[in-house]
């Protein structure tokens, strides 16, 4: 009787909720697609072309291994099935021996090779001319100096194009990773020790970095740009490095300053020309035309630099910036400042 009733139970039906999950995981490797992702398949510069070009034969040659057992498999599969096969002595032993050890060596070696001499490549750094620029790397955010200029600047570096650049990388705490896709390989911070590598832009324009290994609660915010440039704008941009900031023009950014400098802000930021001299949190002497606050947190725009002010946790939680005390009649002409120093 119970098998009788088994038989006659309808079966269930999936559950819409699986179908919704399978979809859901269909789609899980676009999530982290972004309009301004960039990405290592589009080069702008030579180390990232090497990597790039790599990429493609191992791509290509996975295609044809791919391609060769769906072959195989629908040989066995619809040609012969069934049918009776006699196979000689000796040709099995063959097969293995050249589809299954003579073509992976061959395939081996040759990437093994090709990957020996772009490792020889990247590892070659610039000359002794070379333009150097100083980054280190602190929770959460990057301090770019340039040795001999007294100036520094944050989660942004200027390079003139078609130009090898050294970057020196440090850590002041625990370990990051420098990384450009489109220009260069990451390389690893290391407390105690200087890393070096080198970048090389073929065309000009604005690239993202990131850090690439796990440092803590905000590393998702910890991005930085690197602007590559004509010559003459980089040597502006070095020149602008190392003077002092934009002096206050209107009564409002001039109130600004003094609510800056009689505030807290000054006791952790520095801004060149006036007598906030401190390196905490990050030099904001051109911080009103930085392309982010927060390395990458939000916008940098009037409405969130006042958030930030206020309560940064609210922004980019964790990190070491505590809330402001700034009374609410003198925070616009603080706004102002800040935003008026380009």
């Known amino acids: 009787m119970d098998r009788t009733r088994d038989r006659a139970r309808p079966r269930r039906r999936p559950p819409r909720r699986l179908a919704g999950t399978a979809v859901l995981a269909g789609l899980l490797p676009l999530a982290g697609c972004a309009g301004d992702a960039p990405s290592t ?15 493609w034969v191992l791509f290509w040659i996975s295609v044809a291994v791919f391609a060769e057992v769906m072959a195989l498999l629908v040989w066995a599969l619809v040609f012969r099935r069934g049918r009776d096969v006699r196979v000689r002595h000796g040709q099995p032993l063959r097969f293995v021996a050249v589809a299954g ?15 020996l001499r772009d490792l020889a490549a990247l590892g070659a750094g610039p000359g002794r001319d070379a333009t150097t620029i100083e980054v280190t790397g ?38 990051h990773s420098f990384w450009v896709p489109q220009l260069m390989p990451k390389t690893d911070l ?15 324009g604005s690239y993202r970095g990131q850090c690439a290994e796990y440092c803590g609660t905000q590393h998702a915010h910890m ?23 934009r002096q206050p023009s209107t009564d409002a950014e001039r109130r600004g300053q003094q609510a800056f400098l009689q505030g807290t802000c000054a006791g952790c930021h520095a801004i060149r020309g006036t007598d906030a001299v401190a390196r ?5 002497s051109d911080v009103g035309s930085r392309w982010s606050i927060g390395a990458g947190a939000v916008p940098n725009d009037a409405g969130h630099l006042g958030g930030w002010i206020v309560n940064p946790q609210t922004v980019k939680p964790g ?13 616009p002409d603080l706004i102002a400042y800040l935003r008026s120093l380009t």
């Not at 061959?106 to 990437?111: A, E, M, N, S």
């Not at 990190?319 to 925070?331: C, E, H, I, N, T």
């Open 41 to 55: 398949l589009d080069p702008a510069g030579t180390g990232a072309a090497r990597v790039a070009d790599l990429w």
């Open 223 to 245: 991005a930085f740009r690197v602007v590559a440039e004509p010559r003459p704008q980089f040597e502006a941009w070095l020149a602008r490095l190392g003077s002092p900031a």
């Open 280 to 284: 905490v949190g990050p030099d904001l």
């Open 319 to 331: 990190s070491y910036m505590p809330p402001q005390p700034v009374d609410a009649q003198r925070l």
């Open 138 to 175: 602190h929770k959460w955010w990057w301090e770019v100096r340039v040795p001999g200029v007294d100036g520094a600047t944050a989660n942004e570096l200027h390079i003139p194009v078609g130009e090898r650049v050294r970057v020196r990388l440090r850590t002041a705490d625990v370990l």
């Open 190 to 204: 290391i407390a105690g020790e200087v890393r070096e590598t080198w970048l090389h832009a073929e065309r000009a």
């Open 101 to 115: 050890a003579g073509v992976p060596l061959v395939i081996l070696v040759v990437v093994y090779a090709l990957g």
